[in-house]
Antibody, heavy 117, light 107 residues
Framework: EMQLVESGGDLVHPGGSLRLSCAAS????????TSWVRQAPGKGLEWVAN????????YYADSVRGRFTISRDNAKNSLYLLMNSLGADDTATYYC???????????WGRGTQVAVS | DIQMTQSPSSLSASVGDRVTITCQAS??????LDWYQQKPGKAPKLLIY???TLETGVPSRFTGSGYGKDFTFTIMSLQPEDIATYYC?????????FGQGTKVEIK
């Protein structure tokens, strides 16, 4: 079964840092772009960042550029999100998502919760 | 950034009803739009991509149409298990952006 499982969410103080992880299984992880998408409590979805199959390209939403870093380790079938200078607006459930086909998200994890307070 | 305007924000319909949600992009996105279903406490699920292509395994009562700036998502016959929030998303250009969501409830 294809799966993405996020971990690393926690309660952090404003200005703090956190590293999220996403473990992929059941498919060839290195063949896919992958992304982080977040959802603030009771709000809609917001794309956060993308990374190319080999990690050579990354793209970020303006709201996180310069503070967040997306990375991957294909040998470990894992995706990461290093989050620095966290603020209340970063409070959300963070989903790991596989980019399939053209550019849509065809596989999602269950999410990990980040609270900044 | 491309703004996605989704309407209505919520709706209530009876089982068996036809339900329609619209999504308008602030600029031409060609066919690069998809639709997701999100049930409470769950991750989103891809239903339709490239505006009208049904994802494998998704029931055929879900349909999508449109091109350019105006798109429509339809549930042909609403079922109790379709209670969820539905989101459109454009992937024509970065940053990829979502509509604000439509919450579908049973009357």
């Amino acid at each position: 079964e294809m799966q993405l499982v996020e971990s690393g969410g926690d309660l952090v103080h404003p200005g703090g840092s956190l590293r999220l992880s996403c473990a992929a299984s059941g498919f060839t992880f290195r063949n896919y772009w992958t992304s982080w998408v977040r959802q603030a409590p009771g709000k809609g979805l917001e794309w956060v960042a993308n990374i190319k199959q080999d990690g050579s390209e990354q793209y970020y939403a303006d709201s996180v550029r310069g503070r967040f870093t997306i990375s991957r380790d294909n040998a470990k079938n894992s995706l990461y999100l290093l989050m620095n200078s966290l603020g209340a607006d970063d409070t959300a459930t963070y989903y790991c998502a596989r980019v399939g086909g053209v550019w849509y998200f065809d596989l999602w994890g269950r999410g990990t919760q980040v609270a900044v307070s | 950034d491309i703004q996605m305007t989704q309407s209505p924000s919520s709706l209530s319909a009876s089982v068996g009803d036809r339900v329609t949600i619209t999504c308008q992009a602030s600029q031409d996105i060609k066919k690069y739009l998809d639709w997701y279903q999100q049930k409470p406490g769950k991750a989103p699920k891809l239903l339709i991509y490239d505006a009208s292509t049904l994802e494998t395994g998704v029931p055929s009562r879900f349909t999508g149409s449109g091109y350019g700036k105006d798109f429509t998502f339809t549930i042909m016959s609403l079922q109790p298990e379709d209670i969820a929030t539905y989101y459109c998303q454009q992937y024509n250009d970065l940053p990829w952006t979502f509509g604000q969501g439509t919450k579908v409830e049973i009357k």
